[in-house]
């Protein structure tokens, strides 16, 4: 059973950083993966944050290129998610994706919501 926990949300000042961590379980890495994050505001579709395939490729949502980076720790099973320039539109629940077994791109994977595994969610507020 994988499971997906994330941590390092909280309240923060526009301008200010966070940084949330994906640590996963479970399951025995594949030769080809992707993980990554998607954010739901209040009222909002969930959307596509950042993602990044085992391989390397990453891919951002525009509104996050420059100010947030994903990176992933092999050797700790966790996923990360560097938020820096933080803006009052970045106030959502932060959720944390993956599927094994994947072989396409990490765009292709960001735009899709159908994914195999998710975490329970950290919240991030933005306060101007």
């Known amino acids: 059973q994988v499971q997906l926990v994330e941590s390092g949300g909280g309240s923060v000042q526009a301008g200010g950083s966070l940084r949330l961590s994906c640590t996963a379980s479970?399951?025995?890495?594949?030769?080809?993966?992707?993980m990554g994050w998607f954010r739901q505001a209040p009222g909002k579709k969930r959307e596509g944050v950042a993602a990044?395939?085992?391989?390397?490729?990453?891919s951002y949502t525009d509104s996050v290129k420059g100010r947030f980076t994903v990176s992933l720790d092999k050797a700790k099973n966790t996923l990360y998610l560097q938020m820096n320039s933080l803006e009052p539109e970045d106030t959502a629940m932060y959720y944390c994706?993956?599927?094994?077994?994947?072989?396409?791109?990490?765009?292709?994977?960001?735009?899709?919501?159908?994914?195999?595994?998710w975490g329970q969610g950290t919240r991030v507020t933005v306060s101007s």
């Open positions: 994706a993956a599927d094994f077994f994947y072989f396409g791109g990490s765009w292709g994977w960001l735009v899709g919501d159908d994914h195999n595994y």
């Open positions: 990044i395939t085992s391989d390397g490729g990453t």
């Open positions: 479970g399951y025995t890495y594949t030769s080809t993966y992707c």
